[in-house]
């Protein structure tokens, strides 16, 4: 009650539609809040890319300055509105099956000092707009770890190492993992990583932004 309250102020607060959701300027905007000026500057992801670990992963928006502006508004400013101009562009291919969509979670401490997960806020719009289930029972961070951004990519990968735990009950399931921001991949992959130690059938990912990818010979797609 208490979180759906809270989410409720921030949202009274930060209202939709009155401002660009990008750029922060009075403007005409689009029925998800943008202005013409930023919308010219936003870049679909438009694509779905094979990762290790995954069995599918897609993104919807090139983490770019106007993208990066919401996201930013999102996961620091307590701006939750962000959701449903973030969420319009996350189009899931069609042809993924999976029983259920489960956020990347915040390790409890992270998550109580923010408010709110902002991956969760992402998740609950997806699965609204796709009318699916959303589970945030399955995964847990068990691990609170520094901030990503202040590290390599190498560095990222050692810092998730045995972070996240996954329930058994994952167990032959398909899974539809939900981030904020895929920058090198890290926190994707120890996510998975939990998921089919637990022997998840499937993993598929999906991000809100992506970083740019670059194909190499083998086919893959790497950050």
């Known amino acids: 009650m208490f979180k759906g309250a809270y989410e409720n102020m921030l949202d009274f607060v930060f209202p939709q539609h009155l401002v660009c959701h990008t750029c922060g300027r009075e403007a005409a905007v689009n029925d998800y809040g ?7 500057k936003l870049m679909p992801y438009n694509r779905e890319i094979k990762v290790p670990g995954f069995d599918g992963f897609t993104a919807g928006l090139i983490y770019n300055e106007q993208s990066r502006n919401s996201i930013h508004a999102l996961k ?14 996350m189009k899931i291919p069609e042809d993924w099956s999976f029983d259920c969509v489960v956020p990347v979670p ?8 923010r408010g709110y997960n902002q991956s969760a806020v992402l998740a609950k719009e997806l699965c609204k707009r796709y009318n699916l289930v959303m589970r945030e029972d399955l995964l ?11 590290l390599g990519a190498e560095e990222r990968a050692k810092n998730l190492r045995g972070a996240y735990a996954a329930s058994s009950e994952c167990r032959g399931m398909s899974i539809l993992l939900v981030d904020d921001v895929r920058t090198t991949g890290s926190t994707l992959k120890a996510c998975a990583v939990a998921f089919r130690r637990e022997g998840a059938a499937a993993v598929y990912g999906i991000a809100a932004c992506c970083t740019m990818t670059e194909r190499i010979s083998d086919g893959w797609y790497y950050l």
């Open 140 to 150: 847990v961070k068990i691990r609170n770890t520094p901030k990503q951004s202040t």
């Open 106 to 113: 915040l390790h409890k401490k992270r998550e109580k000092e």
């Open 76 to 89: 620091f400013g307590g701006a939750l509105y962000q959701k449903e101009f973030l969420v319009h562009f």
């Open 34 to 40: 943008i202005c013409s000026n930023c919308e010219d």
